[in-house]
Nanobody
Framework: VQLQASGGGSVQPGGSLRLSCTATGIIFSINAVAWHRQAPGKQRELVALITSGGITNYADSVQGRFTISRDSAKNTVYLQMNSLKPEDTAAYYC?????????WGQGTLVTVSS
């Protein structure tokens, strides 16, 4: 199982980015997928989650600004991030589960700075 995260970059406050997480070896549509982030010196935190049934959940800090979605045909989960703030600066990781196994993608760095 491999998760490939991409889409990070540098953006000014108020800008937007879309992160992608593409999986091989596992089917996203039958598993929950989450995005986490970790800022320097801070613990990794859950940002957004989408269940196999399409139910979404968000951290309070990103509610209304971020949207998680899934393209089953591409086996890819997206995180659309709008109205970005400097405090959104972090490495973003996608994660999925299969039974008791947890799989992480590599981080993709998001920097929000003027």
């Amino acid at each position: 199982v491999q998760l490939q995260a991409s889409g990070g970059g540098s953006v000014q406050p108020g800008g937007s980015l879309r992160l992608s997480c593409t999986a091989t070896g596992i089917i996203f549509s039958i598993n929950a997928v989450a995005w986490h982030r970790q800022a320097p010196g801070k613990q990794r935190e859950l940002v957004a989650l989408i269940t196999s049934g399409g139910i979404t959940n968000y951290a309070d800090s990103v509610q209304g600004r971020f949207t998680i979605s899934r393209d089953s045909a591409k086996n890819t989960v997206y995180l659309q991030m709008n109205s970005l703030k400097p405090e959104d600066t972090a490495a973003y990781y996608c994660k999925t589960w299969s039974g008791l196994r947890v799989y992480w993608g590599q981080g993709t760095l998001v920097t929000v700075s003027s």
